[in-house]
């Protein structure tokens, strides 16, 4: 009985002790997918829509809001394309993460987005409010 009772307090500390690697990775991976985020607007912002695709991989799938669904970067690089020739321009892109959850090395996001657009005829920008989920994948770092 006292054996199997040590071996409880053993696989408990265990299993504290991987919660904590758990919870400070997935701090860490929160940090890094903000700072991802905080690029990408800041290109969107900046109309450097090109400069997103290192963002993506090739096969992205995206459902824009009211919109069909989009296979594909170059389906997203040609709507970036007709935003700008049509002359819309962000001027605010913010992305709030309120969930991450992680498996191997796919890990889901969950957010709040808040996004403000000119559009030529309108004397105020759109404004627009919405939430997101973004499926990121762990790549290994370049050389």
Request: aromatic share 8%; charged share 20%; net charge neutral.
């Amino acid at each position: 009985m006292k054996l199997t009772f040590f071996r409880s307090i053993i696989f408990t500390a265990l299993m504290l002790a991987a919660f904590v690697v758990t919870a400070q990775e997935q701090s860490e991976l929160r940090e890094k997918i903000m700072t991802l985020n905080k690029e990408m607007a800041d290109l969107g912002k900046a109309g450097k829509f090109d400069a997103m695709q290192k963002y993506y991989l090739p096969d992205v799938i995206s459902l824009p809001n009211n919109q069909p669904m989009m296979r594909g970067y170059k389906q997203i690089q040609a709507q970036h394309q007709q935003m700008v020739q049509m002359g819309i321009k962000v001027t605010e892109m913010e992305f709030n993460t309120t969930d991450l959850m992680v498996d191997g090395n796919m890990i889901v996001e969950i957010g709040i987005y808040k996004m403000s657009m000119t559009m030529p005829g309108l004397s105020t920008p759109m404004s627009d409010i919405g939430k997101y989920l973004t499926v990121w994948k762990k790549m290994p770092m370049e050389a």
